[in-house]
């Protein structure tokens, strides 16, 4: 158990829909990241938070979005659903108050997302 | 460019046995990491080893070791003594510079163990 929880586990909508996932980071990390995880694309880095403030974008969307709350749970908002949207969501965290340049990220189990 | 090359879909080892899972990286940069992650059946992705740029030793954790050369850019890991639980995708990914924390992943290698 990684201390990094994701919920929900599986998600199943429709097309054109919008769904929010959601991600509590372990005790101390201040930053979230949110990763894609798809058949075509392979691992793909979409957005980090640090302390509330976005500090990197990746290949994120503009249908998708992200925000980090005071409590430094974190939610990714996926909207217009694509069926290409489909994917394994990661949520991963680092960043502890003795945070070093090799602090690995520790990743959630992941939102497994189908789009119909 | 791909900035992580994983030439291996898939590899086979016989438990007990050692296995190299191959990684070359791209970068212009003097600073940068090298991370494994494993990722079993069941979809989590559980870390494995570290290398930093400027470590002079190649990074050891167990049974995993983690195989540096920088001059050639690659950061192969090692599994010793492979067990069945073993048996997972594994992916090489960087962290590149001082000013990004994000990981840039390779597209994995599915390591099957047999007994």
């Known amino acids: 158990d990684s201390g990094v929880t994701q919920t929900p586990k599986h998600l199943i909508t429709a097309t054109g829909q919008r769904v929010t996932l959601r991600c509590s980071p372990r005790s101390g990390d201040l930053s979230v990241y949110w990763y894609q995880q798809s058949l075509d694309q392979g691992l793909q880095f979409l957005i980090q938070y640090y302390n509330g403030e976005e500090r990197a974008k990746g290949n994120i969307l503009e249908r998708f979005s992200a925000q980090q709350f005071p409590d430094l749970h974190s939610e990714l908002n996926l909207s217009s659903l694509e069926l290409g949207d489909s994917a394994l969501y990661f949520c991963?965290?680092?960043?502890?108050?003795?945070?070093?340049?090799?602090?690995?990220?520790?990743f959630g189990p992941g939102t497994r997302l189908t789009v119909l | 460019a791909q900035k992580i090359t994983q030439t291996q879909p898939g590899m086979f080892v016989q438990e007990k046995e050692a296995v190299t899972l191959d990684c070359t990286y791209d970068t212009s940069d003097q600073s940068y990491g090298l991370f494994w992650y494993k990722q079993p059946s069941s979809g989590e992705m559980i870390f494995l080893i570290y290398q930093g740029s400027y470590d002079e030793q190649n990074a050891t954790e167990g049974r995993y070791s983690l195989n540096f050369q920088k001059a050639r850019k690659s950061a192969n890991l090692v599994i010793s003594a492979s067990q069945l639980g073993d048996s997972a995708m594994y992916f090489c990914a960087m962290r590149e510079g001082l000013n990004t924390d994000k990981l840039i992943f390779g597209t994995g290698t599915r390591l099957q163990v047999f007994p």
């Open positions: 991963a965290s680092s960043g502890g108050i003795s945070f070093t340049w090799g602090d690995e990220q520790f």
